[in-house]
Each structure stands twice: as structure tokens, then as C-alpha cells.
Nanobody, 124 residues
């Protein structure tokens, strides 16, 4: 069983930065895809960024050039560096994993393991 625990959320002013972390535990698998998703009140959950075991990455257009996803395999930890934050980035951010490489890396329905989420609030 895979367990995911997010941390690093908080409140920041527009233009600021935050780094989210997702610690993964449980059995390891050679093929996987891990991603960050977010959900604002009244909106659907959307994919933000993802990375797979081959090192391929995918970003939502709204965060390209501002957010960077990375993974430390030694620590089994996923990161999301968020720079130039905007009020519209305010949401609950979730880490997710699927034990396979997938084509549609930013689609929530592809993932079957989820963390509890960490809140990010960006004020103007």
C-alpha cells in the first residue's frame, strides 16, 4: 500500500514562493507517475504538474515557467517548487501516484493513491 503525506503549504503574498513536499512510503515500484493536483472551492480538481519514472514531466499551461516538479528518489519524496505565486493559485494541493507510466499525466482519474492535501493561500 502506498501512503502519501504532503507538507509545505501556507499563506504567502502574490509574487512569493512556496515549496511543497510529498513523502511516499509503502512498496516501491519501478514504473510510476507522481503528480500534484489542486482543487479550489467550487471547482474541479485539476492537474498541476507530474513526473514519471522515466523522468518525463508535464505541466498545466497556467503554471508553466513558474512551477517546477522534481523527485528525490533516495528520499522517496516529491517536490513542487512554486514561484511567482498568484491569487488564482490558491487551492488545496494534493499529491498523487499511480504505479504505471501513463500518457495523460495530468488527469486525476488516472491516479489511485492520494494524500490528504495541503492548503496554499495566495493573497493579493
Amino acid at each position: 500500500q502506498v501512503q502519501l503525506v504532503e507538507s509545505g503549504g501556507g499563506s504567502v503574498q502574490a509574487g512569493g514562493s512556496l515549496r511543497l513536499s510529498c513523502s511516499a512510503s509503502g512498496y516501491t515500484y519501478s514504473s510510476y507517475c507522481m503528480g500534484w493536483f489542486r482543487q479550489a472551492p467550487g471547482k474541479e480538481r485539476e492537474g498541476v504538474a507530474a513526473i514519471d519514472s522515466d523522468g518525463s514531466t508535464s505541466y498545466a499551461d497556467s503554471v508553466k515557467g513558474r512551477f517546477t516538479i522534481s523527485k528525490d528518489n533516495a528520499k522517496n519524496t516529491l517536490y513542487l517548487q512554486m514561484n511567482s505565486l498568484k491569487p488564482e493559485d490558491t487551492a488545496m494541493y494534493y499529491c498523487a501516484e499511480v504505479l504505471a507510466t501513463i500518457a495523460t499525466m495530468l488527469m486525476p482519474f488516472e491516479y489511485n493513491y492520494w494524500g490528504q492535501g495541503t492548503q496554499v493561500t495566495v493573497s493579493s
